[in-house]
């Protein structure tokens, strides 16, 4: 295989946005999901999908929103967005249980999934995690008229001050 190509590619519907996967190896065999880290794409796991096809397992990997060739144009990412992500390819294209393997922020999706979705993960491998202590909370949106009126007083006060 030449490059990032290996696998057989495809395209499911998460939500509004579309997301690229590819899957190499026996249908039959052990569901592994491979999940790439920050930067990368599932192309970064061309060597490993072909070493563990090659061993029996059938093999998926899947570009998290917003990398590789899965769509780009969102406001938010993080673990959780991923984490359904995943869920809904686990359910709709690989259709059972399976390994998670995660590369960096796919570690951290893999164990955000083990977490919230047990029944769809048969284990976790998490090669090197990111430390937790980095990811900031998603910033809690205030009610619409709390916007308005905090935009109101804003326009006040800088007509009022000189």
């Given at each position: ?35 790439h880290g920050f930067g990368a794409s599932s192309g970064h796991w061309r060597s490993n999908a072909s070493a ?61 999934t083990a977490v919230f979705a047990p029944d769809w993960v048969l284990a ?39």
């Open positions: 295989m030449a490059g990032s190509d290996w696998g057989h590619q495809s395209w499911f519907q998460f939500e509004t946005w579309r997301c690229h996967w590819r899957q190499l190896g026996p249908a039959e065999g052990t569901a592994v999901v491979l999940l563990l096809a090659e061993e029996g397992y059938c093999v998926y990997a899947i570009d998290l929103l917003g990398f590789g060739a899965s769509d780009q144009n969102l406001k938010y990412l993080d673990n959780r967005l991923w984490s359904r992500q995943l869920q809904s390819f686990l359910s709709s294209v690989v259709g059972r249980p399976a390994l998670l393997v995660g590369n960096s922020i796919g570690a951290l999706v893999a164990l955000t976790v491998v998490a090669a090197p995690l990111p430390d937790p202590t980095l990811l900031q909370p998603m910033p809690r949106r205030r009610k619409r008229w709390r916007r308005v009126w905090q935009r109101r007083l804003v326009l006040l006060v800088s007509r009022l001050l000189p």
